[in-house]
């Protein structure tokens, strides 16, 4: 089993920027497809970015330019780089980890990210 924590959501003001980190422990049985969904107040919860085994990239529209996503696969960690943060990036914001199949196996708890002025 496989455990994805979270860490460094919080307060920012717009134009402001966040990295969360996601650490996956356990039987993390190789290198997998990574990524981040978020799930704004009253809204479903939608994917952000997603980094592959092999380093390829792909970000949602309204984050891409703005997001960072990276990996570093000797501590079983993805990032997310979070700079111009907008009002409408406050959400809870999801790690996700994918199974051999493609589909997503493993979530964790949530970080919380507001962004205020």
């Known amino acids: 089993q496989v455990r994805l924590v979270e860490s460094g959501g919080g307060l920012v003001q717009p134009g402001g920027s966040l990295t969360l980190s996601c650490t996956a422990t356990?039987?993390?049985?190789?290198?997998?497809?990574m990524g981040w969904y978020r799930q704004p107040p009253g809204k479903q919860r939608e994917w952000v970015a997603t980094?592959?085994?092999?380093?390829?990239?792909s970000y949602a529209k309204s984050v891409d330019g703005r997001f960072t996503i990276s990996r570093d696969d000797a501590k079983d960690t993805v990032y997310l780089q979070m700079n111009s943060l907008k009002l409408e990036d406050a959400a809870y914001y999801y790690c996700?980890?994918?199974?051999?199949?493609?589909?997503?196996?493993?979530w964790g708890q949530g970080t919380q990210v507001s962004v205020s002025a």
């Open positions: 996700m980890r994918e199974g051999p199949s493609g589909a997503i196996d493993d």
């Open positions: 356990g039987n993390t049985d190789g290198i997998k497809s």
């Open positions: 980094i592959t085994g092999y380093g390829s990239i």
